[in-house]
């Protein structure tokens, strides 16, 4: 019997552990965000990152057959902080829920990076500055919701082509210049845009996107 090569026994190990190299990347990513929040109830407090991978933690969903996150639900759980650039290391990620608390800073750019996202629900916190454009990368985007907030600028014209985003709120913040009035945007009813600076839909050519900023 010829005697086995190292490639023969190697290969086998890095395809058994590589799920896991991969999800252990997730947990860091989501224990770094764990250490930028302020949890004054312990929602947080089953994320132990000695553990192998995150999907066991509570408000942490993973797919079944390779334990990536797929989902991230802390809705309404009284944390504030600040989120981070390793956010956007949870590659596979699909439903980022974060509203109803205090969390504060920027939005970060990194986020664009989450190609799978379908829901981005940042609403009812403090979150200030502008809307990356990065999230215009998010091609699968169908909600995104950054209503009553802190934000500021003007909305990126590069969200028009995001053709699958289905709801789209930004009410109650303090943007500026106009309303984007291509691909998707034609459908959004007025009220996803109230309570800010805006100076109602754009006017092509007479008048820039970002006037009154």
């Excluded at 005697?3 to 799920?19: A, D, M, Q, R």
């Excluded at 590659?91 to 800073?105: A, F, S, T």
Aim: contains cysteine.
């Amino acid at each position: 019997m010829a005697p086995l090569s190292l490639f023969s026994i190697l290969v086998p190990f890095l395809l058994c552990i590589t799920p896991t190299l991969s999800t252990n990347s997730e947990g860091n990513a989501l224990h770094a965000l764990r250490s930028r929040l302020i949890d004054p109830t312990n929602v947080l407090q089953s994320w132990d990152p000695s553990l192998v991978n995150p999907c066991t933690w509570f408000h942490v969903t993973c797919d079944d057959s390779n334990n990536h996150v797929i989902r991230l639900d802390l809705g309404n759980s009284n944390i504030s902080g600040t989120l981070g650039p390793e956010l956007g290391e949870l590659k596979h990620l699909q439903y980022l829920e974060l509203y109803r608390n205090e969390i504060g800073g920027k939005i970060p750019k990194e986020l664009g990076n989450l190609k799978n996202l379908v829901s981005m629900d940042l609403y009812e916190n403090r979150l200030e500055g502008e809307i990356p454009e990065s999230l215009a990368k998010l091609k699968s985007l169908r909600f995104l919701r950054l209503n009553n907030n802190k934000l500021t600028g003007s909305i990126p014209r590069q969200l028009t082509g995001l053709s699958n985003l289905k709801v789209f709120d930004v009410s109650d913040n303090n943007l500026c210049g106009t309303i984007p009035v291509d691909g998707p945007f034609a459908t959004f009813p007025m009220k996803s845009f109230e309570n800010n600076r805006l100076n109602g839909p754009e006017l092509k050519g007479l008048v820039p996107y970002d006037f009154g900023c």
